[in-house]
């Protein structure tokens, strides 16, 4: 798979554009079974951008981010962590819908390291034009695009952490262009923060204190923006 780079208009200055443009990526090979690509959404001059993983079936029909039950529990999570909604942009690692056929149902397919990987070029090219403070990752699959797979959200979710680009294995990273004396010349001036998807909060036995926890880890957020 070629990876998105190819995809991606030097000239688009905007968010806008960049969503005409990636309308049409082929890039990796789930374009061909999802409907559409469903691109990031909201405020572009957003404080903070919230990374998730895939969109969904939902998001898939929809064309748009988070429109589901992981929706709610983002945008309600959010808001009991006084984060400004209105200075909010939201997106995936990846952005088509991976799933297999089971019968009629399509289910939701966890995407794969190649998948990642071709995909984080529009993820980067979102931030240099968002250039937010804050990025936060939601769950594994964001973790792994931009802070590596050896990158634990248990240990390490709610810290604010600089961002990752002078790490050890640059290839495991987002790619932020530098110089030759290894100054970022375009890098977003952001932290990321971990924290668990919202998706888990679904799916755990107490629901109550996995929310509670997300809620803890996005006010580390809410506290650190300007
Ligand atoms: N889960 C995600 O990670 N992203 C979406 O857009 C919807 C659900
Ligand atoms: Fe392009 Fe990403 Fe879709 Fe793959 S998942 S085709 S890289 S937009």
């Known amino acids: 798979a070629p990876g998105a780079q190819e995809f991606i208009p030097p000239q688009a200055d ?3 554009q960049l969503r005409a443009a990636a309308a049409g990526c082929r890039g990796c090979e789930l374009y061909r079974d999802a409907t559409q690509t ?5 405020d572009e001059s957003a404080q903070v951008v919230f990374v998730g993983e895939q969109p969904g079936d939902l998001e898939d029909q929809k064309g748009l981010p988070f429109v589901g039950p992981a929706g709610r529990v983002l945008r309600r999570a959010v808001d009991d962590a006084n984060i400004p909604v209105s200075r909010t942009y939201i997106t995936n690692a990846v952005k088509h819908f991976r799933f297999e056929l089971r019968g009629r149902r399509r289910i ?3 995407p794969d390291r190649v998948h990642i990987t071709a995909c984080r070029p529009w993820l980067v090219a979102e931030f240099a034009r968002l250039r937010p403070e804050i990025v936060v990752v939601l769950g594994a699959t964001a973790a792994k695009a931009l802070l590596g797979p050896a990158f634990r959200v248990t240990r390490q979710r709610g810290e604010l952490l600089p961002w990752p680009a002078s790490a050890q294995h640059p290839e495991d ?6 110089d030759s004396a290894g100054r970022v010349t375009d890098a977003p001036a952001a932290r990321l923060l971990a924290t668990i998807h919202p998706s888990a909060v679904l799916r755990a036995d107490n629901q109550e204190i996995a929310y ?7 006010r580390v957020a809410a506290r650190a923006l300007s």
Do not use: K, N
């Not at 469903?38 to 909201?42: D, S, T």
């Not at 990273?173 to 530098?178: K, N, R, S």
């Not at 509670?212 to 996005?218: F, R, S, T, Y």
């Open 212 to 218: 509670d926890g997300l809620v803890a880890d996005l």
């Open 38 to 42: 469903v691109f990031g959404r909201g």
């Open 14 to 16: 905007t968010i806008d």
């Open 108 to 110: 939701h397919q966890t």
């Open 173 to 178: 990273f987002a790619q932020v262009p530098v």
